[in-house]
């Protein structure tokens, strides 16, 4: 089993940083090779076969090769073009995860066994190797430190043509897993991002919708698979089965041979979501709350939306190309959310730019509001929140005990008289049973659903007699619209059997919605919104 000069260096327990640039060689003339192993490490399968910075800075290839998106390392340097190439900037600190072949682990333990180094025994990892070698490079182009708790990621992922072949024999032990390991296993963490198939490269900025199925970490399928392999292969390898050195050289034809190929590395840079979060205005009709395309005809309903009003100018200043948006329930499209707003949150993915300042966020919510007269949205209160902040965004806005305000302009089938208003004003906790809205009911169970209408008042319209406005407080998930007209007597009592004539909504505003949630913790400024 020949074993390259770093590898030779890891198993002397070295941990000499320079002595590692010494013995890392770059590999034979890969040319015409496609990929063969040209010599590759039977331990390390090539991956520490790399030159260190200076010997790549004579290198003219090197932009070429990092254009690559499956890369033969030769070079230190070539993770930090890679990572530079991806855009990211302004970061506090780098994670440098290295996903490396579980033949890797087998090969290591053959090497073990046949020099009769025992498991007590450190050995520096390949890891760790690749993460000294690549720490100044990374620094250096990055700009900031190597930080285990860093949002930011670099990943070098390493896939070896035969990993699945030479690592078999390993199945036959049986993988013992805790009941949370094979939840993640079979369920897989972020597999709900990956519903609509793989992942879309170089979507552009045109197909409005893409953004909202973001993936909150593109990759993490992706490398999840590869490094739950390699840690299922450690975990087997722990049997006893494999205990004894000599299982080791008798199928040494498996775990010592030379390898056909090198290992061949991908490596991608992503940054953890930011968050933030405000109350939304929203002063036209029209507007709905996320994008909504006719799915038979292609065609957008309504004009813009809550979400593209504020995520256009979100994206924009984290230099983000998806988002997810998540709010304390929403409005109709023909409704208007006035007042204090309504609470909302985004989940800014990939940020290649993710620290703003304060003024910066007030920039935004400034650009947001300056733009209202086109899209009829207003925010305030905007900041910089939490993950935890952001899904709890109206997690209890349909609780029961949660209250709603509404103003409506209603009409009536006869003048409005004085008596009328006196009627609605003695409206004090009316339970109303309503049965699932005609408009829903092809998309939601058709059952009766008790609900009180708190209080009501009401005043006159000069010039309309027969019209008045109708001010409501009800209980969280009242159908506003149904109680005014009755929904062909599917909500009992409906406004107009109280007044014993017609009703009907002409027009319908939220000015409040009953939800304590502050992505700030801080009380948010009122006057920002006029
Ligand atoms: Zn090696």
Redesign the pocket.
Known sequence: MS??????L?FAACVDIDAYVRACAPMAPRNGDDGASGGA?????????IASDADARALEDGEREAARRVLEIDDVGAFARRAVSRGHGGMAGYRFRVVLPAATLTRERAMRATRGIDDATRVTG?DEVLRMLARKSLGEALGCEEDSTAAYALTAKYKYGDDAKETEFLSSVSLKLSKEERKGKFRGKHLKWHKGGKRKRGTTEADFLSHLSSPEDPFAEEFETAERAYEDAAKRLADAKFADASFWLSNSDVTLAAPRFRARCIVEAFHEPVHVGGWYVKLDRGVPQSPWVMRETGKRVGRGSVVEAIESVVLDKFASRGAKFNSSGREDMDVRMLSEGRPFASQVHDPKRPTVSADEIAEMERTINAKCDQTGVRVRGLCLTTKEHYHAVGQHSEESEKEKSYVAICRISRRVTAEDHKTIAAVSNLVVQQSTPTRVVHRRTDMVRPRTIVHMSSEPIPGAPDALILRLRTQAGTYIKEFVHGDGGRTKPSLGDLLGCKAQILQLDVTEVDDAWNPSGAAPNAESVQ
Do not use: H, P
């Not at 074993?3 to 030779?8: H, I, Q, R, V």
């Not at 490490?41 to 076969?49: D, E, H, M, N, R």
């Open positions: 074993a390259c000069a770093a590898c030779e890891r490490c039977a331990v390390c399968l090539g991956i520490l076969q390949i």
